[in-house]
């Protein structure tokens, strides 16, 4: 049987002077690229447990607010990773993350750099067009909410 491991794509962002910033992280590990942080649901958490664990890992922050976005999807890996036996790919659940901005702290493993950038920069430094389109989705929904 085929299998796709769980996992969230977390949008990361934080309002300076009423802009919206968002967090790309650069990818070291499995590929190399620009990303937002995501991460694979361990077997005992919550989606929203899994949220906060990998945004702590990858960079150090804590989640002001966290908004799920009813949008889901799933992509088969291009190679296969020694770490992630037994799976074909993944499937996704997406979620926007507010945090305060601070000094980020990578996980030296999977990340090399980071970078605060607005829409415009950020969806042209994305490595994946699933990922470019998630944030779009966000950055629509985060204009029309009130804050």
């Known amino acids: 049987m085929k299998k796709y491991r769980k996992s969230v794509f977390i949008i990361t962002y934080t309002k300076v002077k009423g ?4 967090l790309l992280l650069k ?18 958490e919550s989606k929203k447990q899994t949220v906060k664990r990998e945004i702590k890992e990858e960079t150090g922050l804590v989640p002001i ?14 190679k296969k990773f020694p ?5 074909i790919g993944q499937t996704y659940s997406l979620y926007a993350v507010e945090v ?8 030296k493993l999977e990340h090399s750099d980071y970078k605060w950038l607005d829409l415009e920069k950020a ?22 909410i009130k804050t």
Not at 123 to 144: G, S, Y
């Open 19 to 22: 802009k919206i910033y968002y």
């Open 27 to 44: 990818r070291k590990l499995h590929w190399k690229g620009w990303e937002f942080p995501k991460g694979g649901r361990k077997f005992f």
């Open 65 to 78: 607010k966290i908004k799920k976005i009813k949008i889901s999807g799933k992509f088969k890996y291009n």
């Open 83 to 87: 770490d992630r036996k037994g799976f």
């Open 100 to 107: 305060k901005k601070k000094k980020i702290i990578l996980d």
């Open 123 to 144: 969806i042209k430094k994305l490595h994946w067009p699933n990922q470019r389109k998630c944030l779009k989705i966000v950055d629509e929904r985060l204009k029309h």
